[in-house]
C-alpha cells in the first residue's frame, strides 16, 4: 500500500511501516503515527509476503510487525525483512500472550516486543527509544 506522506514531509522524520492484517489495528496505528510530528507512515502491509516487498520498496526506520498474519506470518518473514531494510528496526507487535512470543522474535532479529493494547505513548516511546539504541 502507498505511504501518504510526500517526500518534503518526511525530511527528519522516522519513517514507520505498519504489518498486521487486521484492519482496525492498522487505523489505529496509522492514526497515532500520523499524529505524532517525528513520525511518518512510510507504507502498510496485511501479510509477511507484503511486509518483505514494502520493505525493499520503502526502506522504512521502522517496521511494526504483527505475529499472526494469514499468507505468511511475521514471524516466517522476519529474516526476509531484515534482509530487505537491513538498516530497518523491528518492533513485534503482538496480541498472542508473551508466553508465546517471549523471545523467538528476538532471536530472528527483532529488537522489540509490545503488546496490542497498550497506550499510544507507549507504541511512540518504544519507536523512538528503540531506532536511538539500535
Avoid: W
Avoid at 516487498?53 to 494469514?70: C, G, H, K, N, Y
Wanted: aromatic share 2%; charged share 20%; hydrophobic share 50%.
Amino acid at each position: 500500500m502507498a505511504a501518504n506522506a510526500s517526500v518534503d514531509d518526511r525530511a527528519g522524520k522516522i519513517g514507520v511501516m505498519i504489518c498486521d492484517d487486521v484492519d482496525a489495528i492498522r487505523l489505529l496505528l496509522r492514526i497515532v503515527i500520523e499524529e505524532t510530528p517525528n513520525l511518518y507512515l512510510a507504507a502498510e502491509a496485511t501479510n509477511g509476503d507484503e511486509a518483505v516487498a514494502e520493505a525493499v520498496r520503502t526502506q522504512p526506520d521502522v517496521i511494526l510487525l504483527d505475529i499472526s498474519m494469514p499468507v505468511r506470518s511475521g514471524l516466517d518473514a522476519l529474516p526476509d525483512i531484515k534482509l530487505a531494510a537491513p538498516k530497518a528496526v523491528v518492533i513485534v507487535f503482538s496480541g498472542l500472550a508473551d508466553s508465546v512470543v517471549e523471545s523467538e522474535p528476538l532471536k530472528v532479529g527483532a529488537a522489540q516486543l509490545l503488546q496490542k493494547g497498550v497506550d499510544p505513548q507507549t507504541i511512540v516511546a518504544a519507536i523512538e527509544s528503540t531506532l536511538a539504541s539500535g
